[in-house]
């Protein structure tokens, strides 16, 4: 037997602890509007910008194309999201938020902010390091990604 101790192991916190943390947050969406973690990704991207690509998307969220073609089509399907295909390159849609999803966002944003605020406070003084520890473990791990 090794002296591997998973409940140890920095990844396995940080998924525990992503787990954990989105889990306080996705009863939400979840119970308001019937959604899942990957289609509030989704909405969550397009409330930025007026139209994202579903490359786009699934370059900034990181889940693979067809996790959020899924999701755009479930999102399609219940009304909070139109697809716009590329007219030079029928390949590329685009996806935009329809008042539905709109609407779900202006419900949602304040909601998010205050669980935010709240895990922010529950951190205290060790916030700030935390966020600095977490911006050096992305920007580590996004390097080594691209070489």
């Known amino acids: 037997m090794t002296n591997f101790r998973l409940e140890g ?26 959604i899942n973690v990957a289609e509030w990704r989704v909405v969550a991207h397009l409330s930025q910008e007026d139209a ?6 699934t370059r900034r969220v990181g889940m ?10 479930k999102l399609e399907a219940a009304g909070y999201v ?9 390949r ?10 709109r609407e ?6 304040p909601i998010a902010s205050a669980y935010d605020e709240k895990l922010r406070t529950l951190l ?10 977490v911006s050096k473990l992305t920007a580590s ?3 080594r990604a691209e070489t």
């Open 92 to 101: 590329l849609v685009e996806l935009r938020l329809t008042k539905a999803g």
């Open 9 to 34: 192991f920095l990844p396995y916190k940080l998924n525990e602890l992503s787990r954990a943390v989105s889990g306080g947050f996705s009863h939400h969406y979840r119970e308001r509007y019937g």
């Open 64 to 73: 693979d194309k067809p996790k959020v073609s899924r999701a755009a089509s």
């Open 104 to 109: 779900m966002i202006e419900t949602l944003a």
């Open 124 to 133: 205290g003084d060790d916030f700030e390091a935390f966020e600095r520890g």
């Open 52 to 57: 994202v690509s579903v490359r786009e998307i």
């Open 141 to 143: 791990t996004n390097s």
């Open 82 to 90: 139109t697809k716009i295909e590329n007219k030079s390159d029928r």
